[in-house]
């Protein structure tokens, strides 16, 4: 046995506490900065500034005159800033390195990096890291706040008189691409008027907007043959008129809902033949009218439930996509729960007159199998598959994770329109590789998206390119 001797062990014991007294403390930072208007460069008085570090309270100061502000004392660590004002967009989040380890050796500027926070036009923070001659580390800020717009306006009934308590919707125009397909508007906002049947959307950034009147559910102050209405006096996107608001600025726009009467649309709802479930009527099938390229889930209130038929009453003529969904009965003891069996999606194009007997043949729901295969050269990893409907019958997500050799099964899909979503499954962050290609069968869908209850067996084939690390989702 190898025993030590006492001298080397007082020694050590004595030798200790002077080599620790010798490592000196790690010195406080400093963080100082501007926040300023990103259009005009202005300082922004009285800006509420947040400064966190994980598992610590978040700290809080506020601008001076000159938009200036500044946190001493602080210890060394990462943090986050980010900075607010009324009138303003919050700003991206910036990530402050003020670690007393430097990992670039030691010489003395760091370089911070960005997260953005809100949205695609709010400015980036800028972030200088410094150390002095004494070892205390500094670091500057510029926060830039983009100024938000609003619009304002009124909501009055066909004859004139405000709705209260109406919902109005606030869709950002899409960009048209070069192809000249352009995507429909995503939803931004949603608000309500108040008793004078006034509304006011804010926080929106720089762009052109449709405003529309929406009726909402139970609401009695509409009649059947109120329509939804857009600015401008449009029931359908197509004639609608964008109203464009830049940073800082209020626009109005008034909306007096449209008066219209409409046809119906009827017929029976039919189960797939020999399929399981398929023996005894049906609990009830939810029928929805969505008229195309429109984002509202609700566009005209046009649903219906049924047993074995179904009925939409004061339609308007237009192109409409036809969704049904029917479900099992509840195995819950107060009900829900229930399994959804079949489904249908279709176009119709509804004219004048009314439509009688327009059966409908509904089709299994059935899980999706598919394949993702890598572009030559590319290292194959596995990849998270999300695939999106929100449809108006429903929100749903299923996910799969694909296996080495690239297949996965996307289970309980309902019925709708899906759009797909891919990610690493490994790494830092949520790392997107470049999509080349989606297909169904002939169906493009990365163009047209993808349907659900679908035809044939046709895998889903999802070819991707090399992971970039550069471009987080």
Known sequence: MNVRPVWFTLLFLLWLPATLAQAPAPLP??????IVNSTTGAPVAGARIKLERSLAEPTYTRADAHGHFRFGNLDPGIYTLSAGSPGFLKSSTAYVDLTAFRPDGGDGVMRGFIQVGYGSAVPAATITNSTDSSGTQHAKATVPLLAYGVITGKVTDPYGVPLADTTVEVLAKAPVPANGSASPPARSMQVRTNDKGEFRAASLEPGSYYVVANKSNGITTWESSYRITYYGGATDLAAAKPLTVGAGEQVRGDVSLVRKSGVHVAGRLIKPPGIEGSDGPMVYTNVALVPEQNPLLNANGLFANGRDDYRLDDVLPGRYVLMALSRDTSTGPFGGNQKELFGLIRPIEVGDGDVDNFD???APLRDISGTVTYREGCTPAPLHITAQNRGPLGWRQPEAIS???????????????????????????????????????????????????YPGDE???????????????
């Open 29 to 34: 930072a400093d963080l100082e900065g501007d």
């Open 360 to 362: 409908l043949t509904l």
């Open 403 to 453: 296996d080495a050799d690239g297949k996965f099964v996307l289970h309980a899909l309902t019925t709708g329109r899906y759009n797909f979503s891919i990610f690493a499954e490994a790494g830092p962050g949520r790392i997107m590789p470049p999509v080349i290609s989606i297909r169904h069968g002939a169906r493009d869908v990365l163009k047209d998206g993808f349907e659900s209850p």
């Open 459 to 473: 895998p889903i084939s999802i070819t991707v390119g090399c992971q970039n690390p550069g471009r987080p989702q």
